[in-house]
DNA sequence: CTCGCATCTGACAACGTTGTCCAGGCTCTA
DNA sequence: TAGAGCCTGGACAACGTTGTCAGATGCGAG
């Protein structure tokens, strides 16, 4: 082949692969341009002979939208984003799933991206949803700073966190209720005969952490139970840390007869931990997990409803975007103990 | 308030509610429109002192370039489209994530949607993605006709197929190895002794489904055994209707005393049911599943990589993207099979 | 002091679409 | 048959950005 075509086909590459767009269809159905935005856009004003003229173009062509001309023109994307930890937790799966849902019931797309529990990264991914223009952003927070949010959100990006709330600015925020969720879990070792029990949980500055700490706590002191500090492991992060904190603090005369657990990852550990143990050892743990229900002994646990999180940011990020003006709200939804077994052991000394 | 101020700040709120622009930026410097655009880019030929007024001027206003308007004149949008089934389900968060992070690592934005195994939703999310004029696209199939992908892809929209192959078009492809899989996990139940094995799979219309199923035939009759038809039950979904055909084919004088499931949701309803057994049924299931060691016993399972799935068809894609030219390929990854128990029991009688 | 060159800056068109507005042709009525 | 009014279609500008290109400025050398 001659060098000038090769050339040439690799140009017609370039762009979006030489894509037709109004004006070719235009040309081939021998109407005006507009006439072709008013077929695609299912406008009136088109008879029906010339309308199916263009639609003839528009198949022979393959011709698309290209929804990007499109926004810069009308200034709504109809898409919407979402910041959240990690897809691959199965916690942000139904999450995610939710707000899609909604969005969809109103039209909208939905862009998510994983912050990886890094807050630079978060607001890294935040701000490029920003310049993409989404209508909105839904944020499970990973940092405790989101004044860099100021911006957009004054330039009308409708703005709603779910899980932990926004750092350092005021907007609307859908939890879950993390202290009242663990005072009943704790509470609940306590009612079957439990004192020392122990609390392995995330970096109390994580919000939720925090919460369930304090909700540990407050249960114990309810009790009447002094809290000591070998019973309590903040920050295991990773299934190690958290092994040997649980096994720290199940050793000794005084050994724990119970474990609350701040979240699923932990819990996991720890029912393995306790399934190489002899002796039984209560368990509750914050956050369902699958196939909790099939093990030796079911695992109870405090359950939090990542669908109804979702959904209910979302629709409050839709209520926003319909014009609606609303005040920024903290809106805090209950939690449920699913007993199973592991929860209702008593202690064994 | 006169009426005119009043009408003018809502149409002031009417756009990105008032974003500033490059031209804004540029009058608040003093500068050229193109300055602005350079120095936003880092783009070189900017002094210092000009760079700062700009950058001033950015910081003062809350100024974000818009992606769509550079979108439109790029030509490229560098963000990928992802249509999978159901973000929800455990196996496909792993796989979003791990081609997030490829598309992360490329610069890229992954925009993600469900088809929720609905052949309509996935043609319409697929070709929304399009329409945003993304430039690539890694599609789980739900339907089995992808033709209406031929324009885009003509057009220049790179495009994978993952998990199964795509129907009536020819592109790239990346699979697990079902059949080999689905043979090899039913081999290890022969071997340790079964010889009525029950199969409990999806609808055969679904690819993976059939390969599965294929890989158990071609298992049983390499060991000589001619299967019955109550031995296997195709197109169970839901929980009821894999619980109704699992007791079926346990029950009788010549049941099953071994079942192979074709999938990680069939393979949890069917534990729940083999816990109320009194009896052993050995058990072998296609995915794995979370928290399966910790069953009683363990479950043993033939494990598809979801993550490596997503890592290779995302590297795929961005290979097309980077001007490679390549054929359509089927890649197939293997899978593993994990004993933990469960696959290991001998037949009761 | 002037020329040449390098460096920095800005005017302008273009990307593909939609909103505005006007022209031309038609129908209907007086 | 003329005029009013409606319907259809198209020309044009605008959305916010970037690529092209040419003009302005400053500096050093002759």
Not at 75 to 101: H, K, M, N
Not at 123 to 138: K, T, Y
Request: net charge neutral; proline share 5%; aromatic share 4%.
């Amino acid at each position: 082949m001659p060098e000038t075509t090769r050339r040439a086909d690799r140009l017609a590459g370039n762009r979006y692969g030489n894509r037709p767009t109004m004006k070719d269809v235009a040309a081939r159905a021998g109407v005006g341009l507009k006439t072709v935005s008013r077929v695609v856009n299912g406008e009136p004003g088109v008879t029906p002979d010339t309308e199916r003229r263009v639609q003839e173009a528009i198949d022979a062509l393959g011709f698309r939208r290209n929804d990007s001309a499109r926004v810069l023109r009308k200034g709504r994307t109809a898409s919407i984003g979402l910041v959240l930890e990690d897809l691959a937790d199965p916690f942000y799966g139904p999450l995610s799933r939710a707000v899609e849902e909604v969005a969809r019931a109103h039209g909208a797309l939905l862009i998510n991206g994983s912050s990886a529990e890094d807050p630079e990264r978060e607001q890294e991914l935040a701000l490029a949803l920003c310049a993409r223009r989404v209508d909105g952003l839904v944020v499970i927070p990973a940092g405790d700073d989101h004044r860099y949010l100021e911006p957009e959100i004054r330039a009308g990006v409708a703005t709603v966190f779910v899980d932990r709330p926004a750092g350092r600015i005021d907007a609307d925020v859908v939890l879950s209720d993390n202290y009242g969720g663990a005072r009943g879990g704790v509470a609940h070792l306590i009612a079957h005969g439990h004192r020392r029990i122990g609390f392995i949980g995330d970096m109390p500055r994580i919000h939720t952490a925090a919460e369930r700490l304090r909700g540990y706590r407050a249960a114990m002191e309810d009790a009447g139970i002094t809290v000591e500090e070998r019973w309590m492991s903040l920050g295991a992060t990773n299934p190690e840390r958290v092994r040997r904190a649980a096994e720290e603090m199940l050793s000794g005369p005084d050994a724990v007869t119970a474990i609350f657990t701040g979240n699923n990852r932990v819990t996991v550990t720890v029912v393995r931990v306790l399934a190489e143990l002899s002796r039984p050892v209560a368990l509750v743990g914050f956050d369902d997990i699958e196939l909790a229900d099939l093990l030796q002994p079911g695992v109870t646990v405090v359950a939090q409803d990542a669908a109804t999180l979702g959904r209910t940011a979302a629709e409050r990020l839709f209520r926003r975007l319909d014009g609606t003006f609303l005040a920024p709200e903290r809106i805090e939804l209950p939690t449920r103990l699913i007993t199973r077994g592991s929860g209702e052991l008593r202690p064994t000394d």
